[in-house]
């Protein structure tokens, strides 16, 4: 076995230092944003969450208020999910970058996945205030509309079997064909395969994403259960086939509730 790749060698060494160090800030990000949300969940009863019901939604206040609550959601639930395709950039970029430059690759990288979960979360924002305006969630962000719910169940049930979200998923799932055929080199390149990557996700997710309308956009048991069926579809065998059967339940969610109006 040469030098560079013995058990002893630096560059074994660095990749391993490199590797902890990203599976060691995602765990820390994804921790500190658990956190926050747990903190917000618990203070949803208050009288000052409460309050939200009196509140104009579309009010700028309650706007950034509402997109700082996505966008931390989003960085807690997606994140960790996207971690293999986090390392394998970075073990790429280390081949042709000194170590200083391969840590700014990645970093660039992230922040490009992360720009496109925060434009969802712009979107996700708007909606929830429309939702509220109507009256269809309520001040403690849960669904107060079987037909909304139903709804919402129906089309997350259709778009799990499609093929856009299996092109997507498959996207998702297979980090190293995304790295040899969206490869762009330099900073710019990185942001572009951030970006790219952040599409497949919101892609693969999005639909997801809008259940917790149904399900109560603060509760964190669901929307904890939501992070792990993305990372079981993205990150562990049969995936493809967990999202075939996570589509048929939310199918037979959604019948429930649109039956509830009969």
């Known amino acids: 076995m040469s030098q560079e790749f013995s058990s002893k060698s630096p ?3 660095a990749i391993k230092r490199d590797r902890f ?3 060691g800030g995602v765990a820390v990000i994804t921790t500190l944003a658990w956190i926050w949300l747990a903190n917000m969940a618990l203070d949803m009863p208050s009288g000052n969450m409460m309050s939200m019901a009196s509140m104009d939604p579309w009010a700028s206040s309650e706007l950034y208020s509402m997109l700082v609550m996505w966008v931390i959601m989003m960085v807690g639930m997606m994140l960790p999910s996207a971690t293999p395709m986090i390392l394998i950039y970075t073990r790429a ?3 042709k970058n000194s170590g200083a430059d391969a840590k700014i690759l990645s970093a660039i990288f992230i922040t490009g996945y992360l ?3 925060t434009l969802f979360s712009v979107g996700a924002t708007l909606l929830q205030a429309g939702l509220q305006d109507f009256n269809l969630i309520s001040a403690m962000l849960e669904s107060n509309s079987d037909s909304l719910a139903g709804i919402l169940f129906v089309m997350a049930g259709l ?7 299996r092109a997507c998923l498959n996207g998702c799932r297979s980090p190293l064909n995304f790295i040899l055929n969206s490869w762009r ?3 710019t390149g990185g942001l572009l395969m951030g970006l790219e990557h952040g599409l497949l996700c919101v892609g693969c997710c999005w639909m997801m994403m809008l259940l917790l309308f149904a399900i109560g956009v603060m509760n964190l048991f669901w929307v904890a259960s939501l992070a792990v069926l993305v990372l079981i579809e993205k ?3 049969r995936g493809e086939w967990t999202a075939r059967i996570g589509g048929i339940s939310m199918l037979c969610a959604g019948v429930y509730f649109l039956s509830r109006l009969v």
């Open 159 to 165: 778009y799990q079997i499609t093929p856009l979200k």
């Open 235 to 237: 990150a562990f065998p």
């Open 11 to 13: 560059t074994l060494a």
């Open 115 to 117: 720009l496109i979960w």
């Open 185 to 187: 080199p330099g900073r």
């Open 93 to 95: 970029v280390q081949k």
């Open 21 to 23: 160090i990203i599976v």
